[in-house]
């Protein structure tokens, strides 16, 4: 059995050379890393081009504490809201997870196992952002509930700001750092998660990426409580931090930063309430 010593010790800012993000791409044929690839950005574009459908059309769903009092829109059902945040989910985060779904499928066509356990994977995935989706589905009923009179309340900044703080102190933390290293350490991962071949495997260790991704991402996702769950600009920017933490070399840096500039937004959205209204 292959173990982690085959790929080496994993790391976040120093990865193992023999196991790192982009050393995934090497690991199947140009054509077979092309077609992954393409299906996976173009099932995000899909998925952004329907998001920005969504939020052009249905302006009250660019909902936050930022937009309080700014006209908030009639509640959305349960499985409305759940199918926008999945679609929300392909979007920003498939671009990101190209080298974990490259390594899994490497190591099927090893065992000689067609797509489906690859696809299982992706659905585990999934599976664990779906069900994670009825927090902020919470919390947005709960913003609807709030009077537009609390516009500018120091009640309301205080809150905000301190979403804000939380999810940045959450990124110098070590839960942070463990998870992010599943992520950043493709083929280890899959090697120790994915054992006796199949999709009923795929699906298991699917749903455990799926929970260290998660662990990854929720604190700078709950920034779209704040600035709203629909805003295409934080979306964008946050997808381009993910997409940065899990593949880019000097990822502990890049996610220091965020977190020193999010701390900083938060103090000074709670000293000062109205700049709510410029972050949304």
């Keep these: 059995m ?3 010593r085959t790929v080496g010790a994993p790391g976040v800012g120093g990865d193992s050379p023999r196991d790192t993000p982009w050393m ?3 690991l199947l044929s140009r054509q077979m890393t092309v077609a992954v690839v393409a299906v ?4 995000a574009a899909v998925a952004w081009a329907s998001t920005v459908g969504r939020a052009l059309s249905m302006g009250g769903m660019v909902s936050g504490l930022a937009q309080v009092g ?19 989910m392909v979007a920003m985060m498939f671009p990101a997870v190209a080298p974990i779904v490259l390594a899994h499928r490497s190591v099927v066509l090893r065992r000689g196992e067609g797509s489906l356990p690859t696809v299982a994977f992706v659905g585990g995935y999934l599976v664990v952002w779906t069900v994670a989706g009825l927090l902020p589905l919470a919390a947005l009923l709960g913003i609807w509930e709030i009077s537009a009179e609390a516009a500018g309340e120091r009640w309301l900044g205080t809150l905000a700001g301190g979403v804000l703080v939380v999810a ?14 599943a992520c950043r350490t493709p083929m280890s991962f899959v090697l120790t998660h994915d054992w006796g071949g199949g999709s009923r495997s795929a699906l298991r260790a699917g749903l455990s990426h799926g929970l260290f991704c998660l662990g990854c991402c929720w604190a700078l996702m709950s920034v779209m409580l704040v600035v709203g769950l629909m805003n295409l600009v934080w979306m964008a920017a946050l ?10 070399r000097r990822a502990l840096g890049l996610t220091r930063v965020v977190g020193t500039v999010l701390v900083a937004l938060g103090a000074a959205v709670i000293v000062q309430p109205s700049i709510l209204g410029a972050v949304g």
């Design 2 to 4: 292959v173990t982690d």
């Design 24 to 26: 995934t791409y090497r």
């Design 40 to 43: 996976l950005l173009g099932l």
């Design 70 to 88: 700014g006209g908030m829109p009639a509640t959305t059902g349960g499985p409305v809201f759940l199918g926008m945040w999945l679609v929300m």
């Design 168 to 181: 940045g102190a959450y990124q110098f933390t070590a839960w942070k750092t463990t998870c992010l290293r």
């Design 239 to 248: 997808t381009l931090v993910f997409v940065a933490e899990k593949n880019w």
